[in-house]
């Protein structure tokens, strides 16, 4: 009998290891298709968020353009004029689907390894008044593309001082904090440049 009873209990015992081992292994498999379930979602998502921030701006100026040539050891010179009215369109562009990133599926962790900077594109439309040219010093082809690389050069200089700059730099944050909401929606960590972003005002203090 008490051979009997030992029987039994070994094998309950034998039973109930059996379960729990398959509890756990299928508890583990549980959790690991989930996390790969996740790492696949947030992938997706972020690449999603990844996109053209585009920030556009028009700039109008009215630009005088003079040019001298001497001859003679300055006994004679002669000058060409042109008023010179500038219509630009400014483009400002984050392209974040050059933006490096890394999952760590084990540390369940997203690393931003790097930002694109901006991109800066002006197409100024320029018109010309009053194009006065000198006797001997006449307008020509090079003259035209001399004046529209110099506005280009002086709207270049003003717009990364102007608030568009700003807002382009709105517009990325913006998107950026979207991928700090999906990885706090998963309980998941977000880092960039080392350091863990805690909060949408992070992403703002990290990119001064």
Not at 31 to 53: D, G, M, P
């Amino acid at each position: 009998m008490n051979s009997r009873l030992k029987n039994i209990f070994i094998g309950v015992a034998i039973t109930i290891i059996i379960v729990l081992m398959y509890s756990y292994y299928s508890s583990r498999n549980d959790e690991r298709e989930r996390l790969i379930t996740q790492t696949a979602l947030i992938e997706k998502q972020v690449r999603n968020v990844s996109k053209l921030v585009v920030t556009e701006a028009t700039y109008a100026k009215v630009y005088t353009y003079e040019n001298t040539k001497v001859f003679g050891w300055d006994f004679f010179s002669s000058q060409k004029r042109a008023l010179v009215i500038s219509n630009a369109k400014v483009q400002i562009a984050y392209d974040l689907k050059k933006m490096n990133f890394q999952i760590d599926e084990n540390a369940k962790t997203i690393r931003i390894l790097n930002i694109p900077p901006p991109e800066i594109n002006i197409d100024p439309d320029l018109t010309y008044y009053n194009l006065d040219n000198g006797l001997t010093n006449r307008f020509e082809a090079q003259d035209f593309n001399k004046i529209k690389t110099q506005i280009t050069k002086d709207l270049k200089s003003k717009i990364s001082k102007s608030e568009v700059v700003g807002n382009a730099q709105n517009r990325l944050l913006s998107e950026l904090s979207q991928i700090y909401v999906l990885t706090e929606s998963f309980g998941w960590t977000l880092e960039y440049d080392g350091s863990t972003i805690n909060s949408d005002s992070d992403w703002s203090d990290l990119m001064d």
